[in-house]
């Protein structure tokens, strides 16, 4: 069943200006991604928190995978993770109870306190204190906008408008790299500034909140039918929404019948978005490109890139993840979810297994690559995110945000973000002391992942490209001859 050809709907500038709006939670999120890696390569900033790390840096024979292993200057990281990680499940709570308009508003304000906090720090405590709400925005943001974007999305154009989340994400990371690499040359609060500046997307987000509408399926599930109705007319601009609308109720009529979501998503008819939904974040995460993406400026500083050579490597990776994620946004809906992901899976296996030859090879404590060999990594990490930001970005989003049924999706959802907060932590926390122990094995490591996520997708994730989100248990899960046993004589 084609819900495009049966609903009906119009893009009106309201409605494209309000996903614009939303996806600035993708933005802060992907500020905050792209600003820690820079901001921990600056000298100033390794003095006044971290003057241990910065004598190891300074001696003469450093050891070119261990100078940045330290656990404190990670926990600056990835205690934003961490925090986001319980953040996820209060804000599926909030989700549920005062609608995703009101959690992307909540979202806001701890990205304002915790970018002034952040900016302002004067001791250790107060920095991560700082990380910890941002970590507290992120829980909230990742949360709502994704669910808030396929909900408003006209069901043939919801690929595309969920994306806005992941390439919003992707800009994020690049204007956070062309900030680090403009305020690194400012001494001695050029730190100060990277991290301050998170306030003005942080801002927007903000208005945005106050502008934009409620979903009608949220209105619906807290009983304001008559809401809903009107904010369907409104989002979709046309008259004529009565069969959506009917979908809408009957969803909400399901998921009423539920009280306890999280005893529901622990049925066996709920399995399949559950599982996918949860390892989709563990094989986005252990791709490595947040390993990639954090440490970018470190990792080519190691392979030889003096300080302001690598943050300008990273800005070069940055453009590559937004001009890649436009591609997953024309193509989702047209070609399938399936096909990108494949694809991906062999372009990023095969650069990460030659990024981890070439280290093996020539790079050792010590010494640097050459320039060519310096440039090969360079190259083969572009190609890598080329194929993560047409693929594992997005869809690692998407999928998860139109598979749950109404019933279980704020608290389905919210295991898949929390999912990928705590496969992130490990990765912002382990990758510096994995990179120093295992070296150059750590790209084979990542490849090997890549190898299992291939053949993951090919056997055990079917399409969704089209399919209404509260049809996919009979046109998703019982056509597919696993997930169907799976489900087994379990009735939703």
Known sequence: ??????????????????????????????????????????????????????????????????????????????????????????????????????????????????????SGAQNLLMLIIGRVLLGFGVGFGNEAVPLFLSEIAPVHRRGAVNILFQLFVTVGILIANLVNYRTSTIHPYGWRLSLGIAGIPALILFIGSLIIPETPASLVERGKESSGHAALQKIRGVKEVDLEFQQILKASEMAREVKHPLKELMKRSSMPPLIIGVLLQVFQQFTGINAIMFYAPVLFQTVGFKNDASLLSSVITGLVNVFCTLVSIVSVDRFGRRILLLQACGQMFISQAAIGIILKLDLHSTDTLTKSQAIWVVVLVCLFVSAFAWSWGPLGWLIPSETFPMETRTTGFAFAVSTNMLCTFIIAQAFLSMLCHMRAIIFFFFAAWIFVMGLFVFYLLPETRNVPIDAMHDDVWKRHPFWNWVIGSDKI
């Open 1 to 118: 069943m084609g819900e495009s050809t049966i609903y009906q709907s119009k893009v009106t500038f309201y409605i494209v200006f309000s996903w614009i709006l939303a996806a600035f939670g993708g933005l802060m999120f992907g500020y905050d991604i792209g600003i820690s890696g820079g901001v921990t390569a600056m000298d100033d900033f390794l003095i006044k928190f971290f003057p241990k790390v910065h004598e190891r840096k300074m001696h003469a024979k450093e050891d070119n995978y261990c100078k940045y292993d330290d656990q404190f200057l990670q926990l600056f990281t990835s205690s934003l993770y961490l925090a986001a990680l319980v953040a996820s499940f209060i804000a599926s709570k909030v989700c549920t109870k005062f609608g995703r308009k009101r959690t992307i508003l909540a979202a806001s304000v701890f990205f304002l306190v915790g970018a002034g906090l952040s």
